[in-house]
């Protein structure tokens, strides 16, 4: 980027984790275990568009691994974080425990809680019984599977070029289908208000911090965004208008108001 000479991490996990007990390897850990043997990633079940994960700590591991063993010792210029959705929860446990090692974070919409159109505590209650009846590692009852012509009807995505690259990956590649959600991602992804938003992790986090909430965000909830900042002495709250989740994706006043903000907060304009 223009004016700066650092290193700049995009932080997106969507997809399966596990630990080390499973020998089979998924998309990631074929990329990474042949070249430096670091990630744990694996195949949990026969189903690998299936979002599962034990607990959202596996993902900060992962990410404090990468950071250690790829990012850290290449160099010792300073370290930016641009995060995006699930991946902003992720960076923020991160920032909690290893902030010291990061100049600057940026959060984009977020997943401190999903919109699931009901009471979090009655969500975590039902999905909770799905879980001890049906498993942990089991589709949700109400996550539906990949869809092309169902992501063509609800895309926020304002360039066709861009969006037909993409639903041709998606479509030639079951790694990409990443779509339905198993009982446990669920659960876990329900514990994450009261986890991050609590004087412990955010009430701790020093880096600074841009949040960038989206004004018309159906996937998550944005008055956590808010809650948030007010706990975390370093967090700027700042509200992308006219914006849908995927604000990286929007039309180009958004997009524009987008990579502005990020770009002023980071020092590149």
């Not at 995505?157 to 959600?181: G, I, K, L, W």
Request: charged share 25%; hydrophobic share 40%; proline share 4%.
């Amino acid at each position: 980027m223009k004016g700066h000479s650092g290193y700049y991490a995009v932080i997106r996990p969507f997809g399966n984790i596990s630990d080390e007990r499973n020998g089979e390897k998924a998309a990631f850990g074929k990329i990474y275990r042949k070249k430096n043997n670091l990630y744990r990633f694996a195949v949990l079940f026969d189903r690998i568009d299936l979002l599962h994960v034990d607990s959202f700590e596996d993902y900060v591991s992962d990410l404090a691994a990468f950071m250690e063993k790829i990012v850290m010792p290449a160099d010792e210029k300073p370290v930016y974080i641009y995060s995006h959705s699930m991946g902003g929860a992720v960076t923020a446990l991160y920032l909690a425990k290893y902030g010291d090692k990061v100049e600057k974070a940026v959060l984009s919409a977020p997943l401190f809680e999903p919109v699931t159109g009901m009471n979090r505590r009655v969500a975590l209650f039902g999905v909770g019984i799905g879980k001890c009846f049906k498993g942990s590692q089991t589709k949700c009852t109400f996550s539906k599977d990949f869809d092309p012509k169902a992501a063509q009807r609800s895309t926020t995505d304002t360039s066709r070029v861009r969006f037909a690259h993409n639903m041709m990956m998606r479509c030639n590649d079951e790694h990409y289908q990443s779509t339905p959600m198993t009982y446990g991602w669920v659960y876990n992804s329900l514990l994450l208000r009261p986890k991050i938003i609590s004087r412990k992790t955010a009430g701790s986090i020093r880096t600074p911090i841009l949040l960038l909430s989206a004004e018309m965000d159906k996937v998550v909830k944005t008055d956590a965004h808010r809650e948030f900042s007010e706990k975390c002495p370093s967090c700027k709250l700042a509200t992308v208008k006219n914006a849908n989740h995927a604000m990286f994706s929007g039309d180009m006043s958004v997009l524009t108001e987008h990579i502005n903000r990020v770009l002023e907060f980071y020092g590149s304009l």
